[in-house]
């Protein structure tokens, strides 16, 4: 797979434990996406769902290659492990407040000062 997109060697660092690649079951990949979600009080904007679909998409990636390492990347079927993993979306629209955006002051300064 470094071969195919120029694989780091933190993309390997999804698990601790001493299980080999094609031992990892459905069961693992779950309850270590599961572990990445926070309550409420601890991310309001629920950014954990961003770490959560993109560790998805990474084992995704990695599973199909796993198992059909000699298909081409496009046509590479997702194995049993990956099928059916949900993506998740936020509840907010966007992250940014309106105390994030520039007060009509603030527009002022700035265009008196663009040509």
């Known amino acids: 797979m470094k071969t195919e997109i120029n694989l780091s060697d933190n993309y390997r660092g999804f698990f601790k434990s001493r299980k080999s690649f094609d ?15 926070k309550p409420e009080t601890l991310d309001p904007l629920h950014k954990w769902v961003g770490t959560y679909n993109l560790y998805r998409i990474q084992f995704i990636r990695f599973f199909k290659w796993l198992y059909s390492p000699h298909v081409e990347p496009g046509k590479r079927p997702k194995p049993p492990v990956i099928e059916n993993i949900p993506k998740l979306t936020r509840k907010e629209k966007s992250v ?8 009509s002051e603030e527009d002022l300064l700035f265009l008196r000062y663009c040509p």
């Open 96 to 103: 940014y407040k309106p105390a994030d955006l520039w007060i």
């Open 23 to 37: 031992q990892i079951t459905r069961e693992d990949i779950l309850s270590f996406l599961d572990s990445l979600r």
